[in-house]
Every structure is written in C-alpha cells, then in structure tokens.
C-alpha cells in the first residue's frame, strides 16, 4: 500500500511566495484580491490576530509586483491580463516591541533606509514623514509607475502602549504625521492598505487620512480574511476524515464541533459566519481539538481595561453598542468593549434594524473559554495553572451529588480577594459567582442569572438539577426561602432528575461566603 503524504499547512506562514514555492495548502482568495484592487485605492481593513492579514499583504505585495508565476492555477490568472510592476512599500509594524519612543524610530528608519537604498537619500536626514513622502514621489518617478503602499498591524505600537499616556501620545503623533504622507502622496499612489487590529478615531491617527475607506464592516469583503465552512469542506477533505477518525466523530459532528469552537465571527450582522483560519489549520494538521488561538498570546492590556473601569463582566454577553461605536473605534480605557470586540474576543450576535444597535457575545467556545479562564486569576486568589483543576472539581463534585464539597471549594475562589476591593465587594463576588458557574458550562448545563425573576445560578448534571441562590449581608434562610417564594424549582419539577436548592449568604467583612443550607 502507498504510502499516504501529509499534506503542507501554512501555519505561522505569512509569504505568499514562500507558500506558493513550497508547495502549501492555500484556500484561493485572489479574486476578492483582484476585485479590491481594481475598485479604489485607499483602504483599512480591521480583523483579529492571526486572521490572515500578513498573508493577504504578501498576496498584494506579489500581486503588484508582477510576479505571475506565483499565480498559476489561482482565480486571478485569469482575471489580470496586464501584470504590470509596480513599486511597492511594505511596511510590518508586528515584529517588534514597543516600550519606549526610540522604537518606533528605530523600526520606521529601518524601512525608510532600505526604501533610500533603491529610490535615493536626499531626505535622509529629514524627519520620517518627510522621508517618506520623498521616497513615495521618487519611486513613482523612477519606475514610472504609480506606487503601492502596504502596512501590517499599523496600531502594534498603540496597542502595546494603551496603559503609558504619554508614550500612547507620543506614537500616537509619531504615526498621525507618518500615515497622514498618504494623502498628500495620492497623485503618486496605485493602491494603498492598512490593516491592524483596531481601528482608532479621527481624533487620533487617522483625523489627517479620512478618505480611507474602511471595508471592515464591508459585507462584499467578509470572507476576504479567514474561512467559510465551504472552504474548508472544498479544500481539506482528508484531513476532516482523519479528524473525524482520530476523535470517533462522524461527518455531521466533526462539522459540529468545528463550528462550536472555532466558527462565529461575524463582522456584519447577517453575513455568514467566519471560522479562525488559524485554528482551523492547527486542529486539520494535528488532527486535535485544542485552544490553538488563544495559546498564541494573552489578551493582558484587555484585562487591564476591565480593571481600570471596573467593567461588569456579566454584561460581555449581550452588550449592545450603536453602530457609530464600530465606525470610531478608540483606544479609550473608559471604553473597553469596541477594543475588546476589534480584538476578536466578542463579535456580532444580533443587529436591531430600528434602533441600529449591535449586540455582542463570544463568538464560539475556544474564545469563550479561554478567555473566561485566563480572566479568572485577576479576579479571585486561584492561580491561573489551578483554575482548569478547580472547575473539574466543581463538576465532578455536583455531578456526584456533594453540595457542600462544591460549596467549600467555591469558598477558595473568594479567599484573598485584593484589600483594594473592598468597596467593590458585591461586584466583585457577582463577578466570581459569573466565572465559575460559566466555566463549568464546558462540561455541563450551566446558568447565571441573565435577567430578574430567576435564580441566581442553574446547573444541570445527568441526576441532579441545582437551583443556587445568593445572598450579600442577608442569610442562608432568606435565600432559601427566595427560591421557594419565586418559583424558581417550577420548571425543573417534570424533569425526572433530583432537585437540589441550595441557599448561601456572602460576608462582606470577612469577604467570603459565610453559611450555606442545602435541601432535595
């Protein structure tokens, strides 16, 4: 028997020229690519990390630059007659860290001295921007061709300095006066695209380059970056196959489970669903379910936002923002959720058409989860390496039918709760009740209240159905004696599983939960 070759995955790979040489998978984007080309020359474009926009980049660079043979087979062959070569600028703000104003000198002179090296160094010596529109005017006079112009994850220095007011200013004006060239540059301009994580307002960066046209929220440019279901199931269908065989999972689950913990992002309300391309080539090429993208980085300056507003983190689910939050996105701490949503950590869930709002959520369970579990340590003394076995605990404990083990357990989430929230303690102890019961909704049927009238927690296990209620300064009894009063056991009672209620008050003094009564 033949012996089967793995096929190459493009993971971590952002050259469109290395993919094409090397012979790696890749899903065909390039009529979309040609359309966008050939319908304007200035643009943004918003998605998450690891979403493919290095990659897309690439693809214009080559693109632009003639290089046909790169394209063979692909849909843009036989789209573009001319192939003509233009210059192009490439600039990549992603590989490097920003701590102090010297580096982002330091990376714009890097690509300005090697742009001076092909179109000359009469401005060397000028300030960036002027560097930069000398360079842009003199490759178009060169070549005698109009000029491309590309930058990756432009916001990487903004982002990296959200919690540093005046460094945040000082990139903030450094880049203002950098991409603000493009404007005055449009004479000398083919094509232009920015592309980053955020978008920040006109009060910001962007207050001097207000034609671009941000195709973000474009519902023709949608599936420009990461992968439909089609193109996944038309383009690895090997790989599904071993993946369904390695995990037991037919056809319909394999596909069920993809969409659950991958799918979901979608950047305009009505348009399909978008699954993370990252993910997606991991867990094809392992043949593993896995948190691929959230192991990537942590989203530590998003946790720091939440602190810094005290930001209910009840409300992530169902948050509704006006549409005019999506078109002026700003790296505001009083703001959280528009930085929080371009991130990719929520995403569009429901549009109301009347009032023109938006309403957020997690976009599946890899980010849902993630998130929630690397959130946790920030608020409660459970280490960050503890909190996966903590929640196994909680569910094999009330799985087993052990209130009281599962309430002792929780008591060790309040232990230690930060002195400087002692006047946020209902807050903060809602907040915690929040984690740990959506937490356990990974390996059970879990509930926190989402509106009055209902209890402050459900959880649902093969034998048991538990109504939890929580009382801050009152009793165990008063909470008790709530479950019955409201109802709450009403519409378990034909279930079949045992009822369990249990009642449990929290100590603001000693910032704990004090006292709980369980009864089946």
Not at 55 to 68: C, P, V
Not at 76 to 90: A, D, K, M, R, S
Request: aromatic share 14%; net charge negative; hydrophobic share 35%.
């Amino acid at each position: 028997m033949a012996k089967t070759i793995r096929r190459k995955f493009p993971i971590g790979i952002q050259s469109f020229k290395s993919l094409r040489q090397d012979n790696y998978l890749y899903v065909d984007k390039t009529a979309l690519v040609y359309e966008l080309t050939n319908s304007g020359k200035p643009f943004f474009l918003s998605r998450p990390r690891r979403f493919g926009k290095s990659l897309l980049l690439s693809t214009l660079e080559a693109y632009f630059r003639g290089q046909k043979e790169l394209f063979k087979g692909l849909a843009i062959e036989e789209l573009e007659e001319e192939w003509l070569t233009y210059p192009v600028l490439h600039l990549d703000l992603n590989a490097r860290k920003y701590s102090t104003p010297q580096d982002l000198d330091a990376i714009l002179n890097q690509y300005l001295e090697s742009w001076e090296k092909l179109y000359g160094t009469e401005k060397q010596d000028r300030a960036p921007e002027e560097r930069f529109m000398y360079q842009i005017q003199r490759a178009a006079e060169l070549t005698g061709h109009p000029v491309v112009v590309l930058v990756d994850e432009y916001d990487k220095p903004l982002l990296q300095s959200l919690q540093d007011k005046e460094l945040h200013q000082a990139y903030k004006e450094t880049l203002k006066a950098f991409y603000g060239v493009l404007k005055s540059a449009d004479q000398y301009l083919k094509f232009y695209l920015l592309t980053g994580v955020t978008k920040f307002g006109q009060v910001s960066v962007f207050s001097d380059l207000n034609q671009l046209k941000d195709i973000s929220m474009d519902p023709h440019y949608n599936t420009l970056c990461g992968l439909t279901w089609q193109e996944i199931a038309d383009n690895f269908q090997p790989e599904l196959q071993l993946l369904g065989e390695r995990n037991d999972l037919s056809p319909d689950e394999v596909r069920e489970t993809m969409t659950r913990q991958y799918d979901g992002y979608h950047f305009m309300y009505g348009e399909e669903g978008i699954f993370n391309p990252f993910s997606v080539l991991n867990v094809l090429s392992d043949a593993t379910f896995d948190d691929y993208w959230f192991k990537t980085g942590t989203p530590t300056f998003l946790i720091e936002l939440l602190k810094k507003t005290d930001y209910d983190l009840r409300n992530l689910e169902g948050m509704q923002l006006d549409v005019n939050s999506f078109a002026d996105y700003r790296a505001d701490a009083s703001r959280p959720i528009p930085v929080i949503y371009q991130s990719g950590y929520l995403t569009i869930k429901g549009y109301d058409k009347r009032f023109r709002l938006y309403t957020l959520g997690f976009p599946n369970d890899e980010v849902k989860y993630g998130f929630l579990n690397f959130i946790t340590p920030f608020y409660s003394s459970v280490p960050a390496k503890d909190s996966a076995f903590y929640i196994g605990k909680f569910v094999n404990e009330l799985e087993s039918g052990d209130v009281n083990a599962f309430m002792t357990r929780l008591r060790a989430f309040f232990a230690g709760i930060p002195y400087e929230l002692n006047d946020k303690t209902e807050r903060h102890y809602q907040v915690i009740f929040y984690l740990v019961f959506r937490l356990m909704g990974q390996f059970t049927e879990a509930e926190v209240r989402s509106c009055k009238g209902r209890a402050d927690a459900v959880v649902k296990t093969p034998d048991y159905i538990y109504v939890f209620e929580f009382k801050l300064e009152g009793t165990a009894e008063e909470a008790l004696a709530q479950i019955d009063d409201k109802g709450y056991l009403i519409p378990y009672t034909t279930d079949g599983r045992q009822l369990v209620k249990v009642g449990a008050n929290f100590s603001a003094k000693e910032r704990n939960l004090e006292k709980w009564i369980s009864i089946s």
